[in-house]
């Protein structure tokens, strides 16, 4: 069998804090070979099948360590056991804001409430709105995890785009939308919070929901339309995304993304640094796990390097 030119990478046994070292070889057909390290210097050999977390960094810096983990905001995967692992051995969790169900509903509402706002839907082409419409007018939109906007508005698909863009803020007419197509059931995000909150953990977020509402205002209007207007390359962006995401590539994550609504000042290049600050300030005294999109990764990295942190790429 045939292994993939890929480096290899740290995987950690418990306690993830100084745990003992595996290595890793990633093989064909998804599957990853793992080759503990024993004291006697034996190795044992058996296959893991189930899907890793690749967007995880190890922060340290003075003998503290802490974690950064990229994060999927809609996931067709969950990844419990990872995060639960990553929540168990820390005494704070950190998010970019609250994930409550009444903090979502909040966002739902304000988001619903579209006067003043440019209409997505008067700017659309009208063969998107047929397309998007056919596409969506017999998906059952059910719960999930996320709490999402469609579940809290109570969102059914057909005449989607007339029921539920007309009339709302830009970004709002975006994430309805992008959310119904994925149909996807899982947010790292809120998977995580919840299992802070089960276990106890001090949760602690880098901003308000004021903060984050004024963020998605400040996504260009022109860039929620062309967007849309590119609908006919949502499926390809879908899988391409899912694929980099898996496979923990930045680089590959940036290129693929470079069109997406909230690849925008207002979203990444305004927030970076503060998320920056906010996470910086936990990591000093470790133990402590932070959790943003991973399109704040990059930058929020560069920052990290800069101050002389040491980040390495990991799996928990």
Known sequence: MGREAIPRVRVLREPIWGGEEVLADRC???????????????????????????????VGKNGRDSFLVGTAHFSPISFRKALTRLVQESETVIFEGPLDRE??????????RGEGTPSVYDALEPAVIREINRQLADRSVQATMA?????????????????????????????TTWSAFLNWKHSMDVEAFHIARELGKQIAFLETIEDQLEALDGIPFERIVNYFNRFKYWSAHRERFSKIFLEGHLQKYLSVTGEFPTRCESIIGKRDPIFFRGIKSAFEKGRTSAFVGVGHIPGIKKMFLAEGYRMIQEEP
């Open 28 to 58: 064909t057909h998804g599957h990853i070979w793992l080759y503990e390290k024993r004291s006697e210097g034996s190795m044992n050999l058996f296959p893991w099948k189930e899907k890793r977390l690749q967007t995880v960094w190890r």
């Open 103 to 112: 903090s979502m509903a909040t966002v739902a509402r304000y988001g619903a």
């Open 147 to 175: 709490g999402s906007f469609l579940d809290l508005m109570n969102v059914k698909t057909s005449g989607f785009l007339e029921q539920h863009v007309r009339g709302v803020r830009p970004w709002m007419a975006f994430f």
